[in-house]
Nanobody, 126 residues
């Protein structure tokens, strides 16, 4: 199993970034994929989750209306498009594979994940 994130960087408040998670080593449609973020000294928290087989998205309340998660078909890639970025969105962002083929109840925690990428830093500055 391999998950490789890309697309992080520095952006001004109100700006946009697009993160990508390239998956390999497993059958893509058999697992839900999520984006999580973590600040130093804090727990990793869910941002968005997607059922890869049908593209059904789920979002944390803090990002609804600003972030969009979708699947790039044929590339086994899950994309997180982030708009209207705020200072509080500054974190290391990780993609993770769920043990399930759907976004489970309580997906926003890390209990149901079994694999992670290496993370990518997102920094939002004024």
């Amino acid at each position: 199993v391999q998950l490789v994130e890309s697309g992080g960087g520095l952006v001004h408040t109100g700006g946009s970034l697009t993160l990508s998670c390239a998956a390999s080593g497993f059958y893509f449609d058999d697992y839900a994929i999520g984006w999580f973020r973590q600040a130093p000294g804090k727990e990793r928290e869910g941002v968005a989750c997607i059922t890869t087989s049908d593209g059904a998205p789920f979002y944390a309340d803090s990002v609804k209306g600003r972030f969009t998660i979708f699947v790039e078909r044929g590339k086994n890639t899950v994309v997180l498009r982030m708009n209207s970025l705020q200072n509080e969105d500054t974190d290391v962002y990780y993609c993770g594979r769920f043990r399930d083929d759907f976004c489970p109840t309580g997906w926003i925690t890390t209990r149901r994940l079994d694999s992670w990428g290496q993370g990518t830093q997102v920094t939002v500055s004024a």
